[in-house]
């Protein structure tokens, strides 16, 4: 044979496997959900839930035993506030309590009897605020409202008392040094903006693993020996019938990664900084190493649901390991080591400061070089796992030809013996 | 008496094949025991302490180094790197070295001395928004504080006493009653939902997958017959060995929260304890109504695992349910995690009563009765369905 009938061969077999696997995608209703539908509609679902970005008008209830003019004032500045909205007013401290277990309001604002006196006095004055830190958002909300409220007010207070002459003076009295906090890359703080980069990148990883494990449980119970492998003349060499898999997968995914990553943030209009040549440089590798990923595990599950018992669970631990919520500076040596395993933390991560905060590639090298890594690795694990699951086809074929052999020499024995006697 | 032997029966016969199928083992004890060493030890420090924070300081001055200096010690805040720009420090962040910097412009210190209030800025990453805020709230104090030293000094030099300075520069104060979590302690906030969710996921699968395997092996007559083809008591016998595995795990974290790991609790034990068990019935439920509405293992698993990532979002503990669009907020009612979630945080967390979460309480009882209208429906699928791949 020569060389280039061989390589010719070759890929005739990987399109062969290509397309079988093509057809199993579309014809298994459990990797039909997984590959398709969820990365179809899970974007949309989960860009729906976080929409509004912010919390606002946070309902609070006031304590207000200070009936002056004062008080009056800072209940109103609040309730003008975007974050807080009053609600209710109440009697005192057990009744407003009353509201909070009821879920009526998320906070209380009790402004004590001495409070006018106190600030005429030239004392200070204080006002509580009690939060249920059941939720962090609006007791975000309920006590940084309250906190500009009351230096908003004593600025004013602060402008009276001084006796200056001009607006000047009376800027630098309350302010000698100016400041200007700037929310770099997300402005609005909005929890949207947050989650979902991190959110749409794992998708991608967690059903391409749940849809490759799904599809080979599939062709293991198909198999007459729960096989992995096929007895078949095209797929009889490790490279092909990982590449006429992966080639399979890799189709199906540039069209999901593109509607993941381009079209639902502009559905949406969550931030969108990245540029298609850094995108490309970044989707090709983590798409690799998670169709390798995906190989290497489903080689190791042998009924096919169980893969998704493996996989669902994860889906959570393998969000904080990025580093998106809990922050990465501050995730145990241990688990950062355990995170490195996944291709998610590294295309999460990259995929986060070039679409998020607007980094290009040169920033996100070290991410990049990671996944290449992980491709590189996992084919290989692919390449070793796949070996084994031929050798193991091989096995059995040659032990149902024996059978067969034996079969059908007995049969001429006996038929031997028919023609002899 | 005989409908109890039945159920005996059953349960035996469940133990054996949990004994025999290691998935069980793995995804009743070892993966809900890794979640929970996982989301704890991960969340250790409460609150995300020493984050590294960048300075760009073009006056240099002991004034901004005292600022500086300042930052440093402050808990969340560690200054790990000068930049000598702007563009310098922004890249810095692009490259995930430093999560927020703050910038001292040129003669900040002679215009404060001249009065002529200069102006100091800080840049900090809201991509995420927990380092986000907590740096902000740190960089604010500073530039506060700032401010107020000015002040401060010049009052003194005037001859002001103490509490005349503080009534001066801080005219109203806040005082703030962070209730039951005076920490703000992240992982008592976060860990006490999420470990639950992830069991609630593996309750809602292996329920259904405990089903669906009697299917695919086409042992459904064997179950039915064993329990006399009474479908409640088949459906008892096999889950009460279930209920009793997850019960126990769910107490030892229990234990483990608020025993070992001293979370706070305004509750007492009989709200944990009934939080727990309607938080198994109620999953349990779910996930046997969910193969009841499709008696097929592949499809009734891929409904629970796609249900049970959704309620993690759905319950409301990250971004609140009220911030959510209207019809989300009602569909928010139709997952238990919601419902344990708010029966937890105001009985167990703020010790409210527990009519105050009269609603959450009956839904999880609901869940819990579901697999009711379903029952003939699993029935019939046992006694006549063939399982096709």
Redesign the interface.
Known sequence: MSIFHKISNWFEDAAYIWRQEIKQVFRD??VL??CII?PLA?PL??S?????E???EVPVVVVDQSHSQLSRQ?VRMCDASPDVKIISYAEDLDDAQSL????FVKGIYLIPSDFSTK?NR???????????????????AI?MT??QV?QA??AE??KK??GNYTDRED???T???????????????G?G???IPGVLMLILQQTLVLGIG?AAG?AR??NRYSDLVPINRCYSGVYRIICGKALCYLMVYAVMSAWLTMVVPRIFSFISLIQWQDLLALMVPYLLACVFFGMTVSCLVH????V???M??I???LL??T??????????GA?QGVSWLFPSTFGV?AF??MN????VLS??VSEIRCLWIQAAAYFGFACIVYGVQMRLTRRHAQERLEVLRKKRENRLLLKQKVERS | MKTLNLIWLVAKRECKILYVNR?YF??MVV?PLL?MV??T?????GL?????VGIVDLDNTTTSRSLIRRLDAFQSSKVVAHYPSVAEA??A????EI?AFLYIPKG?TDD?LA?R?????????????????LL?RD??TI??L??AG??QATMRAKGYTQ??I???L????????????PW?N?NS?LSTV?VP??MM??MF??SA?SL?MELKFGRGKEWLKLADNRIVVAILGKFLPQAVVFLSLIFFYEFYMYGIMQFPHQGDLWDIILLSLLEVFGSIGFGIFAFGLMPS???S??IC??W???S???A?????V????GP?QSLSWLFPLRHYY?LY??TV??G??LI?AWFHFVALVGFTLLPWFVIMKIKNAMLHYVYI?
């Open positions: 209703e459990g959900i997984f969820v899970y679902l989960y729906w839930i976080y929409n509004n912010v919390v606002h800072f909070v277990s009821r879920q600030i030239m004392e200070q004055a204080v006002i509580s605020v009690y939060c249920d830190m059941s939720l962090m958002l609006t007791y975000k006590y309250s906190m009351s007010m004593g207070i602060q008392v001084s800027a630098i009295t302010r000698p040094l100016d400041f200007e906090d700037v929310p770099a890359f997300n402005p609005a703080g929890y903006n947050f989650i799904l599939t119970e198909r009924y096919r649901e169980n998704m018992l493996l669902v669970f889906s959570l631990p904080f390991m580093g998106v919520s809990w922050p990465q500076s501050n995730i145990p688990w991560r986060v400061r998020t905060m607007g980094g920033d996100v | 998935i793995f995804s993966f979640a996982f989301f030890s991960l969340m250790d420090e995300p302490e020493d984050m590294p922004r890249r962040i692009q490259e995930n999560y900040t404060l009065s209030q200069p102006k100091i800025s800080y840049y900090y990453n809201m991509a995420s928004v927990m380092s986000g805020s902000m960089l604010k530039s506060t700032g401010s000015v002040g509490e005349q503080m009534a001066f801080q005219p109203i104060r806040i005082n703030l009653h962070q209730v039951a979590n703000t992240y906030y999420i969710g992830v996921l593996f699968m292996i997958y669906g293992l592949r499809m698993m891929s695992s796609l049970a990532v959704l993690f979002s759905m409301g503990f990250t971004f609140p009220m911030g959510m669009d989300l708010m945080q105001i967390f703020n409210f009563s105050d791949p």
